[in-house]
């Protein structure tokens, strides 16, 4: 008697494979309908008059409304910082000053639920990465920096530093908190003071760190907060009273501000654009890989300037990990940011949104396969699936320039050599990953491709003692460890 074949039975993920909803409460988090610019240690109105909305990108509503910092805004806060600067935070005994960077670290931990929700609410990212990874790492920015405090001898063995005075610090979006901790940490320790201009789409959790400043009893003027869109970002650039920009954003506006202050002595550090490449030998533990993959690219709605945007896969091993790929996409649920569950939440804003549209448009008529997961979105909300692209060139504009969203370029090779040479033929510098077996492929590799950060077999791990910035179009300086430390201090012997 013969067998009747049966095919095996498929698992559709985006209809048999659903999780109840599993929302975080909101209920603890108190918003102001309003928020003023923090300036000298307490909240102020703008001298502009002017105020701007904040919306969720998840559900398009209104969260709040924030002051618009003008040139006298910033001039005020300027001086402030100054005044903070000469006449207590510079000449206070360097532990002291330690003392109140661990107090805003405990107290960032003791309001973690609050700062990760309004996180989630005001930028759109999922509730599980701003729980886990950008709050507990804004913390741990502090503490690691409140250590440095009395430890400046350090920086520089056997010479002498000293701080530099008042540092403009200018944020993007896409991790609204963790950049302020990484600006606002190495720039206090150091005994300088800072004014810190936070994204326009993502100010809130900016405004709750000054709420944080102030319980810290922190002395007053030494971080001021100031919201405000490019114009804001641009008076502080160009203030007489700053000695130092940190600025992370865009390599268009990283260069308006290279030649801005070209001819002064102001000191800078740019972390702009990534491009990065995620190579996968055929010697690598696939199903590891292509979660580091999925965690490269898909990370924080593909947002992140050292997403692993451009995929590199040995020839050998190209079918089955492009297979296991779109499998494993087809299981990352998209949706609501303040859901457990959710792997992918809501694109930043309306316009990153259109952007990310306007790529995947070029990608499709530059010859490209598209292929995108078929999940459900929500009705409402920013908010676009994951999308991997095949069949694309080195010179393709998806393959060359930094989209900033959820979207994979898959290219293949053959040799080691072949890998290296495509993963460096960008304007880029930022970052990379290797995925292989033989460490002395890791080394090779990690030694030949020109990026500030290679992680081999993991992705995206951060951690403050590690140094962290670019080459090329990815921008100047480091920040993170004794490297975030020193473009924040002059040696003087
Ligand atoms: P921008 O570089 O425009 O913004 C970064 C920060 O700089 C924001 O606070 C912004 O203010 C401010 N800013 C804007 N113009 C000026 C200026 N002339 N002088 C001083 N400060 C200024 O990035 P976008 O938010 O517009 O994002 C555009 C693209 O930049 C993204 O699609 C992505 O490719 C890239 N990007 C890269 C990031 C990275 O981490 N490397 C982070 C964010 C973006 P405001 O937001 O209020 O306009």
């Not at 703008?46 to 701007?52: A, E, L, Q, T, V």
């Not at 160009?238 to 501000?257: C, D, L, M, Q, Y």
């Not at 010697?283 to 992140?304: C, K, L, R, W």
Request: proline residues 5%; charged residues 20%.
């Amino acid at each position: 008697m013969s067998k009747k074949k049966t095919t095996p039975a498929q698992v559709n993920f985006a209809t048999d494979w659903s999780y109840a909803p599993a929302p975080e409460s909101k209920d603890h988090v108190r918003l102001q309908n309003r928020y003023e610019l923090f300036i000298g240690g307490k909240f102020t109105t703008p001298k502009s008059g002017r105020y701007f909305d904040t919306i969720n990108p998840g559900t398009e509503k209104k969260l709040a409304e924030v002051a618009e910092a003008n040139d006298e805004d910033v001039n005020i806060a300027v001086v402030a910082a100054r005044r903070a600067y000469e006449n207590v935070w510079s000449i206070m005994p360097a532990a002291e000053r330690g003392k109140y960077i661990y107090r805003i670290a405990r107290a960032i931990q003791e309001r973690a639920r609050e700062f990760s929700v309004i996180e989630s609410m005001d930028g759109g990212k999922p509730i599980r990465e701003s729980r886990d990874v950008d709050v507990p790492l804004a913390a741990a920015h502090f503490f690691y920096y409140a250590g440095w405090a009395d430890k400046m001898d350090y920086v520089a063995p056997g010479k002498k530093v000293r701080p530099l005075g008042v540092a403009g610090q200018i944020i993007p979006w896409n991790f609204p908190l963790l950049m302020a901790a990484w600006k606002i940490a190495p720039a206090i320790a150091a005994g300088n003071t800072v004014v810190l201009k936070p994204a326009e789409t993502t100010p809130l959790t900016a405004l709750k760190l000054a709420e944080v400043m102030q319980e810290a009893g922190l002395p007053d003027g030494v971080v001021n907060i100031i919201t405000g869109a490019g114009t804001t970002g641009a008076a502080l650039v160009n203030h007489p009273g700053i000695r130092k920009i940190a600025f992370t954003g865009s390599t268009e506006v990283g260069k308006i501000i290279q030649r801005s202050i070209a001819g002064t002595e102001k000191k800078y550090t740019l972390e702009l654009g990534g491009k990065a490449a995620n190579i996968i030998f055929e010697d690598a533990a696939i199903d590891q890989a292509v979660e580091g993959i999925v965690n490269g690219i898909f990370f924080n709605q593909g947002h992140v300037c050292c997403a692993g945007s451009r995929l590199f896969v040995q020839e050998s091993v190209a079918d089955i990990v492009i297979r296991k790929l779109k499998d494993r996409m087809e299981t990352l649920i998209v949706g609501d940011p303040l859901d457990k569950n959710t792997d992918i939440g809501a694109i930043n804003s309306k316009e990153q949104l259109n952007k990310i549209r306007q790529y995947i448009k070029i990608g499709i008529n530059e010859g490209g396969e598209c292929y995108q997961s078929s999940c459900q979105l929500p009705s409402s909300g920013f908010f676009h699936r994951p999308v991997l692209f095949t069949n694309v060139a080195q010179s393709s504009r998806i393959v060359q320039e930094e989209i900033f969203g959820p979207v994979l370029a898959v290219q293949t090779f053959r040799t080691v050599e072949e890998a290296i040479e495509k993963a460096n033929n960008i304007p880029y510098g930022l970052s990379g990953g290797v995925w292989t077996d033989k460490g002395s492929k890791i080394f090779k590799v990690t030694s030949q491709i020109r990026a500030g950060v290679i992680w081999a077999n993991t992705y995206n791990k951060f951690d403050p003692t590690s140094p962290f910035g670019g080459y090329k179009e990815s921008g100047v300086g480091r920040e993170g460890g004794l490297h975030g430390v020193m473009p924040y201090v002059e040696v003087y012997s």
